[in-house]
């Protein structure tokens, strides 16, 4: 069966203090892995998709990378402004149905 | 602005009453689809559309009916809601083949059943 899990579920940094969210997933065939970012209240905001193994994406602090059986988000030097829930989903070879996995609520202290 | 227009963003109503929450984009995306999300759940699929008059069910369809007669707009209906469909409720909508682009999501639609 096809899924997608995300670990930490929860996670608090300090104002700098650099980390790295996973997500493992479980697929027959991979045609793309995307990364979201969701604000309270809000639809989630599409940040990166990646689709081979050994792939990396960047986006300010945020750099993502893949390999054949997980996904890492790094967050270097990460600021109050990068709280949010962190969501992953994966879309299948041979199908339009998007998996999610249930996220990673991040927090940021000052 | 390219957006998923979502409306109402609010609704409380009563269990067996007809609803219809409407979602419209205006990016010119063949794929729409319908998530629910819950708690401890995530995001889950409820329809998904590849484009006018062409959908199909995701992992969570019962009690929802959707229709696609243009390409912008892919209303979510539930025919006689129950408590159990009290959620929040998102619409997105991507380029077919063009995953690279990822959905643009929709605000959101809370949804209370009582």
């Known amino acids: 069966e096809d899924q997608v899990t995300q670990s930490p579920e929860a996670l608090r940094l300090q104002e700098g203090e650099s980390s790295s969210l996973n997500c493992s997933y479980t697929?027959?065939?991979?045609?793309?892995l995307f990364w979201y970012r969701q604000d309270p209240g809000k639809g989630p905001e599409f940040l990166f998709t990646?689709?081979?193994a050994g792939e990396e994406k960047e986006k300010e602090r945020l750099k993502a990378t893949l390999t054949k059986k997980e996904s890492f988000l790094h967050i270097t030097a990460p600021k109050p402004e990068d709280s949010a829930t962190y969501l992953c989903?994966?879309?299948?070879?041979?199908?339009?149905?998007?998996?999610f996995g249930t996220g990673t609520r991040l927090k940021v202290l000052a | 602005e390219a957006q998923v227009t979502q409306n109402p963003r609010y609704l409380i109503t009563v269990t067996g009453k007809k609803l219809t929450v409407t979602c419209s984009q205006n990016?010119?995306?063949?794929?729409m689809s319908w998530y629910r999300q819950d708690p401890g759940l995530g995001l889950r699929q409820i329809y998904y559309?590849?484009?006018?008059?062409?959908?199909d069910k995701g992992d969570v369809p019962e009690g929802y009916k959707v229709s696609r007669k243009e390409k912008r707009n892919f209303p979510l209906i539930l025919e006689s809601p129950s408590p159990n469909q009290t959620s929040l409720y998102f619409c997105?909508?991507?380029?077919?083949?063009?995953?690279?682009?990822?959905?643009?999501f929709g605000s959101g639609t809370r949804l209370t059943v009582v």
């Open positions: 997105a909508s991507s380029l077919l083949g063009s995953a690279n682009y990822g959905y643009t």
């Open positions: 697929v027959s065939g991979l045609r793309g």
């Open positions: 990646l689709y081979s």
């Open positions: 989903a994966v879309l299948p070879s041979g199908t339009y149905k998007y998996i």
């Open positions: 990016m010119n995306h063949e794929y």
């Open positions: 559309s590849m484009n006018v008059e062409v959908t």
